[in-house]
């Protein structure tokens, strides 16, 4: 039984998965078992994970096919519902399309949650190609039915040089003790991708849950490498409807009617700006959002 379970959704993630498996074989911590949730697979993604598996050492594996993409969502649930079946304390939800090189990284963060008890843990992110901050802490802006990072964009410095408890983080590294699922539940499913973290945070954070970032931890983060970044078909699509049902999920009353007129409203300038297709998917995905 290993004290972690490391989960990773693949998507057409061979280009990045050297990186990922080097930084798991430098760590001085290997009481973990990896859960490789493939949504893409194929005979060169095997050859790949089989050449890169060898030559890092990685012994403690187990890769899950399915058989259609069935989503983020739904892949981390597989995922943790394989750790935790298995007896991990805890469960690190983390994507592929990242580095880490500290050695001590995974020591620190298990170290941290078993002398403190924190619920979650999560390291400082920088964006991989400027080395700029991408995420060092968030928050809620329940007006408008988002979240934000932290020093997103910045430099890093003094700022960002202290251990501190946010209210939201997005998974994108995230150690979660395994008891906080029996408490609040899995991802919800019906977001597929994007915003299933954030509804997740945010009903540890109704149930007085913060997130604890670590800030001598630090990652490298290949932001959007799957899908094209933000502004891609796909992302505008999800991103849409995703917010949409996050609001009509989450909030009630006044703040409910601002958030989702404020997202609306504020659609008629992307929409100035967009192309033929990403508009069509930007009123899809509000339509759609509306329905879930």
């Given at each position: 039984m290993?004290?972690?379970?490391?989960?990773?959704?693949?998507?057409?993630?061979?280009?990045?998965?050297?990186?990922?498996?080097?930084?798991?074989?430098v760590q001085s911590f290997v009481d973990y078992h990896l859960y490789l949730i493939d949504n893409t697979p194929s005979a060169t993604t095997d050859k790949i994970l089989q050449e890169l598996l060898l030559k890092y050492s990685i012994s403690n594996f187990t890769h899950f096919k399915n058989t259609e993409n069935v989503g983020v969502a739904r892949g981390n649930n597989q995922g943790i519902?394989?750790?935790?079946?298995?007896?991990?304390?805890?469960?690190?939800?983390?994507?592929?399309?990242?580095?880490?090189?500290q050695p001590h990284f995974l020591e620190d963060m298990?170290?941290?949650?078993?002398?403190?008890?924190?619920?979650?843990?999560?390291?400082?992110?920088?964006?991989?190609?400027?080395?700029?901050i991408w995420m060092a802490g968030g928050g809620f802006l329940k007006l408008r039915g988002i979240t934000f990072h932290e020093g997103e964009g910045e430099d890093d410095?003094?700022?960002?040089?202290?251990?501190?408890?946010?209210?939201?983080?997005?998974?994108?590294?995230?150690?979660?003790?395994?008891?906080?699922?029996?408490?609040?539940?899995?991802?919800?499913?019906?977001?597929?991708?994007?915003?299933?973290?954030?509804?997740?945070?945010?009903?540890a954070f109704l149930k007085g849950y913060r997130?604890?970032?670590?800030?001598?931890?630090?990652?490298?983060?290949?932001v959007s490498s799957s899908t094209g970044g933000s502004e891609s078909p796909f992302s505008i699509y999800y991103g849409n409807r995703n917010r949409v049902y996050f609001i009509r999920k989450n909030f009630k009353g006044l703040a409910y009617l601002k958030a989702l007129t404020f997202t609306i409203a504020t659609r008629f300038l992307k929409h100035v700006q967009y192309n033929a297709l990403q508009k069509e998917k930007m009123w899809k995905g509000l339509s759609d959002g509306l329905k879930l």
């Open positions: 290993a004290k972690v379970g490391l989960v990773t959704v693949l998507f057409n993630s061979n280009e990045v998965l050297e990186g990922f498996l080097k930084s798991l074989s519902a394989l750790s935790r079946n298995e007896g991990a304390l805890y469960t690190i939800l983390l994507n592929n399309d990242i580095e880490f090189e298990v170290h941290r949650a078993d002398t403190t008890q924190e619920m979650m843990v999560i390291p400082k992110i920088y964006f991989w190609d400027s080395r700029k410095g003094p700022k960002y040089s202290q251990d501190k408890n946010f209210d939201y983080a997005p998974t994108c590294l995230m150690l979660i003790n395994n008891k906080l699922f029996d408490e609040i539940g899995v991802m919800d499913e019906k977001y597929f991708v994007y915003f299933d973290d954030t509804d997740f945070i945010y009903r997130v604890l970032m670590m800030h001598h931890l630090h990652v490298l983060h290949k």
